[in-house]
Structures are given as C-alpha cells and as structure tokens.
C-alpha cells in the first residue's frame, strides 16, 4: 500500500524590516532643542492671545513705540482727565459736552504699540478753541507723526519744557497690530469710562456732590 501524500508546506516568508528609528540621546541635556520651546509654539498649540486690556497713557520713556500709521486708528474726542487718579473718560454726545465744557480737555487718541507687542492709547492735547498750544502737547503731536514712520523713544525734558524723540535706527522691524478695529479698542479702554449723563458719579465729583 502506498503511503498518503504529504501537503506541501509553504515557505515562511522573512518577517519586514523594523523602520528605523532615531533613539533619544542618552542624555537629553545634551541637545537642548529636545527641550526648548519652540519658536511657533502658538501655531502649533492652536492658540490666540485675546486683547482684553488697552491702557490709555503716555508712552513710557524707557519704551520704543509707533503709532498705527491708518488715520482710521486715531480720532480727537471731548475728555475729562483725573489727574489725581491718573484715568481718563470719554464723553458721549454732543449736548453733555456742552453742558461739561468747562471740564473738558480736547484730546487725539492715537493707536500705539511698543516693542513687547503691548497696544495702548496714546491720549494727546489739542490746542485750545483759541488757538494756545503748549510746547508739552505740540512736541507730544510731533513725536507721534514720527512714530508712525520708526520706532522711537519719547522723554520730557524739563529744562526745554517739550518731549524729546530719539530715534532707533537699529531697528527694522515692522510692529504686528492686532487684530481689533479702532472701535475695539476704544470699547476694551473705555469700557467703564463712558460718561452719558450729568449724573454719572465723576461728574458729580467735579461739582462737588459727592
């Protein structure tokens, strides 16, 4: 009797290659980048910095600043200034500036950003109704038209009585303005300074009621 066939059995076939991987250095520290943050970290992260606060002050004089170059970020407005409080309030209509006009400072706001990307509102006197203009405030208008084009650094000289721009001409880059209309920024600066009536609390204040 012939014995059974037996099945053929196939050949094993070599298992794939492993892909090649880059090992981790024994000691990290070695290569720094393996730790750092990298320098598109908020495109990779998917993440926006949201404004929420824009301060309305002089320049600071140790600060490199420009001023956004669109008219469209920069209007002149009836104000009151608290000086002792160092805050500033817009007016709304033209019937309460009337009625406040003997507490009102006319001023320009201009849109101005400095070199760590802060935004704030630079707040500047216009002259008088008939036509006084100090030395502080035209200096003030001055050094913000320069700003527009470079970078600079506003300090008051005391002696002189007027701001002193210095210019940086080492640099080149352009400022990154955000994203926000000249409406909000007016709106995130002025959200609690808006006076709408003769009955708001500065008001008051001024005439001594309170």
């Not at 053929?8 to 991987?21: D, R, S």
């Not at 470079?150 to 080149?172: C, D, F, K, P, Q």
């Amino acid at each position: 009797m012939s014995k059974p066939a037996q099945s053929e059995i196939p050949p094993i076939e070599p298992l794939p290659a492993a892909p090649e991987t880059t090992a981790p250095p024994s000691d990290l520290f070695d290569d720094l980048n393996n730790l750092l943050l990298p320098q598109n970290f908020a495109e990779i992260a998917g993440v926006k910095k949201l404004l929420r606060t824009v301060p309305v002050r002089k320049p600071n004089k140790q600060d490199f600043i420009r001023v956004h170059p669109d008219p469209a970020f920069r209007g002149d407005f009836p104000m009151i200034e608290l000086k002792d409080d160092r805050e500033e309030y817009l007016i709304a209509g033209s019937g309460l500036a009337g009625e406040l006009a003997s507490e009102i400072v006319n001023k320009t706001l201009y849109t101005a950003i400095n070199r760590q990307a802060v935004v704030f509102l630079w707040p500047v006197r216009l002259p008088s109704p008939d036509g006084k203009d100090l030395l502080w405030n035209s200096s003030a208008r001055e050094a913000a038209s320069e700003a527009i084009k470079t970078w600079i650094r506003v300090s008051s000289n005391m002696s002189l009585g007027a701001y002193e721009i210095i210019a940086a001409e080492g640099i080149t880059t352009e400022p990154k303005w955000p994203e926000v209309s000249f409406q909000g920024l007016l709106r995130i600066a002025f959200r609690d300074r808006v006076i709408t009536s003769l009955d708001h609390p500065v008001v008051k204040r001024l005439q001594g009621l309170m």
